[in-house]
């Protein structure tokens, strides 16, 4: 039984970072399974979802320290939902250089040919004549 404000008051802020945590650990699983899946408009959509959550986490986390302190439990639970969040951003990081891979063996000449940033042609002249 609780008998002391502090207690009421440490209570209460752990069932306050239940929700955002929650969700946090929601999208997480939401990005893992588009990740999975290979579903591109998926894992936009869950990414920027992830964002949200994420912020609104931090913000609540850092309210909670502020005016007192992150239970243990709530603390470790965020710690393993940064470390899936670091997971998953270098599997992204991974599947990015992967795509730049193939795309490099698919189209080797694509930066080779056309106009630079400045506008100027970007091609190499080897000489001689379009006569013959």
Known sequence: MLTTAAEMRALQRATELEAPLDTLEQRLAELGAAL?????????????????????????????????????????????????????????????????RAIDVLLPNIGSGGYGAAGASTRTSHGGSLLA
């Open 36 to 100: 999975a899946a290979s579903d591109a408009a998926g894992i936009e959509s869950a990414a920027g979802e992830l964002h949200g959550a994420l912020a609104a986490a931090v913000e609540h986390f850092a309210r909670a320290a502020r005016e007192g302190g992150v239970p243990m439990p709530l603390r470790q639970r965020l710690a393993v939902a940064g470390g899936q969040v670091a997971a998953q951003r270098e599997a992204l990081a991974r599947a990015t250089a992967a795509l730049d």
